[in-house]
């Protein structure tokens, strides 16, 4: 008699949790399937109440119908009580110049998490197993990244737990033949070309593992002790960002306690500054952690760095300020003049000095750049981050957190420097004048 497949780690997972009720993410394809039927028999055995989500994207017309109709099948055969939802991921991904896969990840986290509490599930289960693992650790090397990148995914963080991580999809697959277990597949995943992932899934692991067959295995265990590495830096880093002060668009720390630290220490405890001033660590690369280093050890000075904040070492202390910024968007009315950040902003119907014009009806607002926003300018090859398009241009981070963005309704428009998206570009009639001005303009609007 054969030998059934045997999940220890994943089972091991599982008897850590103290959840009651448990909530799997089932998008109808093989490992998901695998999740749903594994956790359902370990429930049955520990008491455990097992529910399903699946979350329809709305990317791939009746192929994404199709996978929602089978789980909602297989849930009533299996028993399991099924919660579905679906969002317009192509919008949300335009309207936050995030990638599709970005978007989608949004969407789907934030119905799985609302979804957990209205089925009072305490714990979020997805299907990620070691290869997925392997992945995500080449994405972040080839990007660029750091100590935390090459720990991969977390096997468990904010109540969602990853049972499979150390699951090879070979062995998922054994388990899914085993248990005559069905699935649907994403025609997408099969398309080397279809995402930088993909490309890694069908040409470069297959290469790694000529190298070595149990590639993703080795490379697993090294996600592994990096994270425990990992933790101990956090826990020292932390025990050093303790000695900081936050006031009001303002944080400080002592120069001693950080000058003390050991390099990879003081680095991360300068992200964390930027963390704790609300500025977030985007665009603060390792030029700018060096400069900050330089600047702690002369114990004077100044510095511009990403996202307007100004960092200055006055009485042994290094202090980071940020200025407060505009963040809500501003009607703009006919005719009345608008002051926004260091601008300001008249809508007329023709043209009186410097500005724009606009098509498109609805109302017109002003407000920030939204992070990862794009737009596609005329005789352009297609859509351009902001930040490239400053790139282009010169315009540095500290200028381009500052320049006035222009939305019809929700959809971003124009940014004051860089121009006019050619859904908005004004034909005939249709069009609306924006001056704009800097407060230290003489020009009075």
């Known amino acids: 008699m054969k030998k059934m497949t045997e999940l220890p780690s994943a089972e091991q997972r599982l008897d850590a949790l103290t959840a009651q009720r448990v909530l799997c993410a089932v998008s109808g394809g093989m490992d998901s399937m695998c999740l ?27 192929q994404a119908d199709r996978d929602e109709a089978f789980v909602r099948e297989i849930c009533q055969d299996w028993g399991v009580t099924l919660y579905t939802g679906r969002g317009d991921t192509r919008g949300l991904a335009a309207e936050q110049g995030l990638s599709l896969e970005e978007a989608a990840r949004t969407l789907r986290y934030r119905f799985l998490r609302e979804t957990a509490q209205r089925a009072d599930c305490q714990e979020i289960l997805t299907a990620h197993h070691a290869q997925d693992n392997a992945e995500t650790m080449l994405l972040n090397l080839v990007r660029g ?8 995914i977390p096997p468990s963080r904010d ?9 090879s999809r070979e062995t998922l697959a054994a388990y899914a033949a085993d248990h005559h277990i ?14 930088a992932r993909n490309l890694l899934r069908w040409k470069v692991l297959p290469l790694l593992r000529e190298l070595n067959p149990r590639a993703v295995e080795h490379m697993t265990g090294t996600a592994g002790q990096l994270r425990e590495i990992n933790a101990m830096l956090e826990a020292e880093i932390q025990q050093t960002v303790e000695t900081a002060e936050i006031a009001d668009h303002t944080v400080s720390i002592p120069l001693p306690p950080l000058l003390e ?5 003081r680095s991360g405890v300068l992200l964390r500054l930027f963390e704790l001033l609300g500025a977030g660590r985007k665009d603060v690369g390792a030029s700018h952690i060096e400069a900050l280093t330089k600047l702690a050890q002369r114990g004077e000075g100044q510095l511009n760095l990403p996202h307007g904040v100004t960092a200055a070492c006055k009485q042994g202390r290094l202090i980071l300020t940020q200025p407060k910024r505009n963040t809500e968007r501003v009607l703009l ?6 002051r926004w950040g260091t601008y300001r902003l008249m809508l007329t119907d023709r043209k009186t000095g410097p500005g724009l014009w606009l098509g498109g009806d609805g109302p017109i607002f002003v407000g920030p750049c939204p992070p990862g926003g794009r737009l596609t300018l005329p005789q352009s090859r297609g859509a351009r981050t902001i930040k490239r398009l400053c790139l282009d241009r010169g315009i540095s981070l500290e200028k381009r957190d500052a320049l006035p963005a222009i939305y019809v309704r929700d959809q971003l428009a ?6 006019v998206d050619v859904k908005f570009l004004p034909e005939g009639s249709a069009r609306r004048f924006i001056q704009i001005h800097t407060n230290t303009e003489e020009n009075e609007l």
């Open 261 to 265: 630290a050991a390099g990879p220490i």
């Open 182 to 195: 069905s699935w649907v597949e994403d025609e997408t995943n099969l398309d080397p070309d279809a995402a």
């Open 36 to 62: 749903l039927h594994f956790v359902l028999s370990w429930g049955r055995k520990r008491g455990v109440e097992v529910a399903a989500a699946h979350f329809n994207h709305q990317l791939r017309g009746c």
């Open 414 to 419: 124009a940014v004051w420097q860089l121009g």
């Open 159 to 167: 109540h969602v737990t990853r049972i499979f991580l150390e699951t």
């Open 333 to 338: 009315e006919m005719d009345c003049l608008c």
């Open 145 to 152: 990244t750091g100590l935390r990148g090459l720990t991969g």
